[in-house]
């Protein structure tokens, strides 16, 4: 499966879960927040994952400017 079919799948998902909340924002985040609270462990896995690749990123630009 290539990279547009992922997102087209994805795009698909986010429809569906939408229009079971009848497109209404309030009640679409509404779902997700109890949905977080369901996963707590893989929303903090996300957070620590970013946070990683922020410092790593910050790191390499640190070396890059220091070796020009």
């Given amino acids: ?5 992922v997102i087209g799948r994805i795009r698909d998902v986010r429809h569906i879960i939408s229009q079971e909340h009848g497109h209404d924002p309030h009640r679409l985040v509404q779902y997700y ?3 977080q609270k369901q996963y707590p ?3 903090q896995l996300q957070e ?5 690749e922020r410092e790593e990123n910050l790191e390499a ?4 400017c220091k070796n020009q």
């Avoid at 620590?48 to 990683?52: A, I, K, L």
């Fill in 41 to 43: 462990q893989l929303i």
């Fill in 61 to 64: 630009f640190s070396i890059e």
């Fill in 33 to 35: 927040i109890e949905l």
């Fill in 48 to 52: 620590n994952t970013q946070r990683d």
């Fill in 1 to 5: 499966m290539n990279k547009d079919e």
